[in-house]
């Protein structure tokens, strides 16, 4: 493997899908990179590309043409077994919609990554328990997701992601089907998994009370990346930062937080 002090490696990427025989070009020519440490946003309208570009990095679509390196690492020419290895311990995946088995505890859908690799019993139930403590989900873990609330379910979701020890958490508007306050807790620890424990993360959102959460935030319209912020931390509060998505927003169409 190459060595290279950016984790992640995003260049020229393209996606086109062939919809009813018309090819829609839902990302055209991305190129960034992620720090190790860095919690990224990623906003833009309905419809610009987020969901395909977080989709293409967690290798669950293939992109048109392009690279997407992960430690020095071309990703899209993984075989099967690479893939599945991948997807398994470098990165984790938080959903909207949480994503967790029903008939599944919240015990047993966290250690499921775990299972799957025959992991140590005893050092898996010592690590569930101080990610669940964190997370404060200890009163839950015996419950099943119907008997959780959102935003416990959310938070059970994060637990089952820090449990395989990820290179980088993909989520994919994680607050969208969340209260205000649950939002703001699972924003919370989020935020603090990225900086206490120093774990890099990239997040699409539509919400820019979450996004204002991030270090930085890339914008993208058609499928291009629009505009790109950086929140001057410590000096900036999040209110400060708040105000400049807002702004960025406005800019790209509508000046209304729910354009976007
Ligand atoms: N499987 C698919 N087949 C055909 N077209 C698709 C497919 N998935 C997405 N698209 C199209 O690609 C474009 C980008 O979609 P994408 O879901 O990435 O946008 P998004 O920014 O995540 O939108 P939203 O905020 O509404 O979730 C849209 O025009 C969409 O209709």
């Known amino acids: 493997m190459n060595y290279t002090d950016k984790l992640l490696e995003v260049r020229d990427l393209h996606k086109s899908y062939a919809k009813g025989g ?131 379910k959310q938070r059970v979701a994060a637990a089952r992601c820090l449990i395989s020890d990820p290179d980088i958490i993909l989520a994919d508007e994680p607050t969208g089907a969340l209260d205000t306050k649950a939002a703001r807790l699972l924003m919370e620890k989020l935020q603090e998994i990225n900086r206490a424990k120093n774990r890099t993360i990239m997040m699409v959102t539509h919400d820019p009370n979450a996004a204002s959460f991030c270090s930085r935030i890339l914008f993208i319209q058609d499928g291009k990346i629009f505009h790109e912020l950086r929140r001057q931390i410590p000096s900036e509060t999040r209110d400060e930062f708040y105000d400049r998505i807002l702004r960025v927003m406005a800019q790209m169409g509508g000046g209304s937080a729910n354009v976007l």
């Open 22 to 152: 018309i090819p829609t070009k839902a990302l055209n020519g991305i190129t960034f990179d992620v720090l190790p440490g860095e919690f990224l946003g990623i906003m833009g309208a309905s419809g610009s590309g987020k969901t395909t570009l977080l989709n293409c990095i967690a290798t669950i679509i293939k992109p048109t043409s392009g690279q997407i390196l992960l430690s020095g690492t071309n990703i899209s020419a993984f075989g099967s077994d690479e893939l599945a290895m991948y997807r398994g311990s470098k990165i984790g995946y938080l959903f909207q919609d949480f994503a967790l088995l029903d008939n599944l505890t919240g015990r047993e859908n966290i250690l499921l990554p775990l299972s799957i690799h025959d992991a140590d019993v005893r050092l898996s139930e010592k690590k569930l328990n101080s990610i669940a403590e964190f997370l404060k989900i200890t009163d839950v873990l015996s419950k099943f997701p119907s008997q959780m609330s959102g935003g416990q």
